[in-house]
């Protein structure tokens, strides 16, 4: 699979220069636009791998399922967050999406209409809340409006203990690491009952990522390592890949060269308040970006 480069950050202050002088220039957003998509497109899907735990095989693209699921394992990325359904739209969101998607764009909690950013957030119906107290409450509140259909939904329960017994008819096929038969997750330990191998269960998971993962493509029988895909991925690798996610949405709906130039301005404006994320879609150094975008904004 090759990974789309970062955009180079001379086209960007063309871009710019451009549109000072109010000029569109179209082919020049065009260019811009679609290496920032296809940036945005790889940063979104290295994302949904550590998410949902399917890695796609770098020569045919076929997902292949992993056996650690990393929303299980903390140390893969994972949070031990569970996954629920908005009863509303019936998207499927982890409680920290709700969360994430109010810091990204603040909405109040009366009517979720998007706050304007004064020295405090002020909603258009008379409510404001202090920085402070806006974060303070996304913290704690237990209904939060869902991201996809801003209905309000409730904060799950922690999830029980014993889950992952209960529901380990989900889990991906287990192999003896003994003799290769099935074998199984139960009583806290993985079993084999065709040659008696017995192992707790989280010393067996602890071996398997010191071991690292072999992966299968069922498609092309390509096999490669997890540990050194992950690798391979480092510069796509973020914990807030909702920007890129936002971008890849909207750009796709652009319909004019205003268009296509407020949404580079927006992704590049969420990039210049977040210090650490800009130098996974910009080609340059961080300082160096900070510096542009700096001059950008001004
Ligand atoms: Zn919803
Ligand atoms: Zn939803
Ligand atoms: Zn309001
Ligand atoms: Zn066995
Ligand atoms: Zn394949």
Redesign the pocket.
Known sequence: MNWSPRVKPIKIRQLYRYARLGIYEDTLLHDVGWELHARCADIATVADVYREGCVPCPKCGTKITRRIDPLFSKGEGGTREHWFRCPHCTGRLLWRDCRQALRNTP???????V?QKEVVLR?????TWSQEAYKQSTRTRVLLPCPHCLELVRRPDTPPRDRTTKNRRSEPELQCPKCQSVARHQHGNIECTACGYKRRWRDYRKSLKKKDEKLECPNCEHTFKWQAWRKSVRSLRTGNPQPARDFVEKWRKCRTPQQRMIQIDTLLQTLHGRGPLAPLFIDSGEHKIREMLDDLAS
């Open positions: 909405r109040c909690f009366d009517c979720r209409a706050l909603c258009a119906c008379g409510k």
